[in-house]
């Protein structure tokens, strides 16, 4: 069932996913050589505390900390780590946090020291792709619409899309209905209305499969051929005027 949220519930979601970006920019900006995921992870659950919130992954269906570390060919959901990270590394960081009994979801993905440029050109595609998608965020268009700007968007890259992961409702809980794929698909998927919120989350390989294996600790999702790859997302609700960035 589709969930709409009331204008203060919209209010009470922009107040935390604001105190959860100013969180996860400075978590981003700690991913330096020699840190750890687990070090990460402690900083984000110190800051989320202190900004009055509560972390929304830690426990979730078992996940054991309240931010995902996802190095290199990690997709999503790597648990954090004490090894180090090491300059040229791309560290995805995926974070949600509960604020007033309300959910918000956001991710950046950031290299580690001086990365390559195969790199530095896959965090601005994925980034920009997730900005596009955004962009079709409104009344009276449709969820598929937004998996098909990010496909049109990524394809001329050589990028590969992955299939199994995808969007997802967000405000009551950490994931609510609507799916929302991250490329075409050939059916029409819900028409969006004011008071929806969801997080759009494109997830892109760089190699040519997108295929993903999960890792023996049954969270790290991973590209099957080792291929860099990215992660970038916000919660967006969708207003009469458009797209209303949560987390911004």
């Not at 946090?97 to 965090?123: C, H, P, Q, W």
């Not at 794929?181 to 760089?206: C, K, L, Y």
Request: a neutral charge; charged letters at 20%; aromatic letters at 6%.
């Amino acid at each position: 069932m589709l969930d709409k949220k009331s204008p203060s519930e919209i209010k009470i979601l922009q107040t935390g996913g604001h105190k959860l970006a100013v969180v996860l920019h400075k978590v981003a900006a700690s991913a330096k050589p020699g840190v750890t995921g687990l070090e990460l992870d402690a900083l984000a659950e110190k800051l989320i505390l202190a900004a009055g919130g509560q972390p929304a992954f830690k426990g979730y269906n078992s996940f054991p900390n309240a931010l995902c570390v996802s190095v290199n060919d990690t997709i999503v959901h790597g648990i954090p780590n004490g090894t180090p990270f090491k300059e040229g590394d791309i560290v995805g960081l995926d974070l949600g946090m509960r604020y007033k009994g309300l959910y918000t979801d956001m991710a950046v993905t950031v290299g580690v020291g001086r990365i390559s440029a195969e790199a530095e050109k896959l965090l601005y595609a994925t980034k920009k792709a997730l900005d596009i998608a955004i962009d079709q965020v409104k009344p009276g268009n449709y969820i598929n619409d937004i998996g098909r700007a990010i496909e049109d968007f990524v394809k001329p890259y050589g990028y590969s899309i992955v299939r199994d992961l995808s969007g997802h409702g967000v405000g009551r809980d950490v994931h609510e209905e609507p799916t929302i794929p991250n490329f075409s698909t050939d059916r029409q998927i819900a028409q969006m209305f004011t008071g929806m919120v969801i997080a759009i989350e494109p997830m892109i390989i760089a190699g040519g499969s997108h295929r993903v294996v999960t890792s023996d600790n049954r969270w790290d999702v991973k590209s099957h051929d080792n291929s860099l790859t990215a992660h970038f997302e916000h919660t967006v609700a969708v207003t009469d005027k458009g797209a209303l960035i949560i987390t911004k």
